[in-house]
Every structure is written in C-alpha cells, then in structure tokens.
C-alpha cells in the first residue's frame, strides 16, 4: 500500500519539521521510496535535504517542494511537511490525500490553545469526520521533570487523546539537522534513549 503521511499542526514551531525529516530517514532506512515533500514556503526541509545530498547519505530518500511534485517518480512513502498557516488551500489538498496525520503537540499553553483551535478547524473536513485519515499525537519536546506535562494530560485527556510518542527536547536534534542529519543516521549509545521514543510510531506505520 502507497502511505501518505503529513506533519501537521497550526501552531508554528511544534516540531513538524524536526519530526519529518526524522520520519523520511527512519522509513527510507527500511529501504522504502520515500519523499519528503516540503509544503512550507520557508522550504526549511529542502534545504535540509540538499545539505544531506551533498554528503551522499540518501539512498531510498527524495525530497521535493509541493509546487514540483507533479515532476516525480512514484514513491511508496510521501511525508509532507506542512507549514504552520493552515489557511491555504493546498493544505486542505494535502489532508484530503493523506492516510496518517502526524501532530505534533508541545506542553505550553500557547500550544495547547493552538492545537485545540487546530483540531476544531480539521474536524470540519469530511475525510477526517469519516475517519479516513487517522490522527497520530505525538508529544515533542518532553522534559522528564516538568510540571507543565502534567497540564498537557490533562488537556489531552479531555480531548480523549493517547499520544503515541513522546520525543524528548534534546539539542542533539537541532545538531544533527544542521549537517542534513537525522538521529537515524547516528549510531552511537547516546542516541539510543532518542531512537527508543520512535519506536511505537515507527510499527505504528509498519502495520499499515
Ligand atoms: N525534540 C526536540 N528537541 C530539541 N529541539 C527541537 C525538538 N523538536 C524541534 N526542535 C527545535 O525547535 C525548533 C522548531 O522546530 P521545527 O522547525 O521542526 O518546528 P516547525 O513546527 O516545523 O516550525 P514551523 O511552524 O516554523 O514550520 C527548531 O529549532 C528545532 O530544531
Ligand atoms: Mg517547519
């Protein structure tokens, strides 16, 4: 089965990009076509990914902005990232297409009250009210000792949300990115704890 999957959530800086480019190395790993599909006119992932051309360390991996994807060859996995302002109409486009919606949440108020305007807004869309499309929460920027995680339960809870991950807030993220890396191309024992948190996301998708 073709999986489409979009990185996706209104609120600006939640991770979705962070997270894409993580998923597109971990699936492609697995020796699946895949495309990251940048959406965002910041073309931050695109950029990312020519950085990681350079240095040859894509073998199943493309990487192309919406507006050319007409352009490519058939992939098994299509990740898109998506930007944060929902109001254009190609990002309805792309929720209309996609399998899997990742949505990233992180702790604070601010984004708690983004999300929750967020999901009013996609819940109005016939594909996600007939529940075509499923939607993944994933939590990112986790910190072990936070009280404000114990609020963002709670949030989700009333919402009847169970997160899948929980991505730790880790500077090893923003490093690796910088150099067109993703955690999944690092193998050594301090990434490990990182990898483990994708795991349930990552057989999540395989199942499908
Ligand atoms: N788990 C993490 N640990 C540490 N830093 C992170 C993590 N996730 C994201 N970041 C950092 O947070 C910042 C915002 O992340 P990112 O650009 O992925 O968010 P975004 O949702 O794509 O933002 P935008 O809405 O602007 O597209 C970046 O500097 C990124 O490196
Ligand atoms: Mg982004």
């Known amino acids: 089965m073709k999986i489409k999957i979009g990185v996706i959530n209104s609120k600006g800086g939640c991770g979705k990009t962070t ?3 993580n998923l597109s190395v971990a699936i492609s790993n697995q020796s699946i ?3 990251l599909i940048d959406a965002d006119p910041n073309q931050g992932a695109l950029f990312w990914f020519k950085k990681r051309n350079k240095n040859n360390l894509s073998n199943y991996l493309k990487a192309t902005s ?3 994807l007409k352009k490519i060859e058939n992939f098994e996995c299509s990740i898109y990232d998506c930007p944060a302002n929902m109001k254009d109409k190609k990002i ?4 209309s297409q996609c399998n899997y919606l990742i949505i990233p949440i992180q702790a604070s108020i601010f984004d708690q009250t983004a999300t929750k305007l967020f999901l009013e807004l996609i819940k109005k869309l016939k594909r ?3 529940g075509k499309t499923d939607l993944v929460f994933v939590i990112n920027r986790y910190k072990k000792r936070s009280q404000i995680f114990k609020k963002l339960d709670t ?3 009333s919402y009847k949300i169970k997160p899948l991950c929980k991505f730790s807030d880790r500077a090893v993220y923003q490093l690796l990115s910088a150099d067109g890396k993703s955690i999944f191309d690092v193998n050594h024992k301090s990434i490990y704890d990182l990898k483990n948190e994708w795991i349930n996301l990552l057989d999540f998708l395989r199942a499908k």
Do not use: E
């Not at 309805?92 to 929720?95: E, L, N, R």
């Open 155 to 157: 949030f989700l809870l």
């Open 92 to 95: 309805k486009d792309i929720i």
């Open 33 to 35: 076509k895949t495309v």
């Open 66 to 68: 919406l507006n050319k």
């Open 19 to 21: 997270i894409a480019i």
């Open 128 to 130: 996600i009210r007939k």
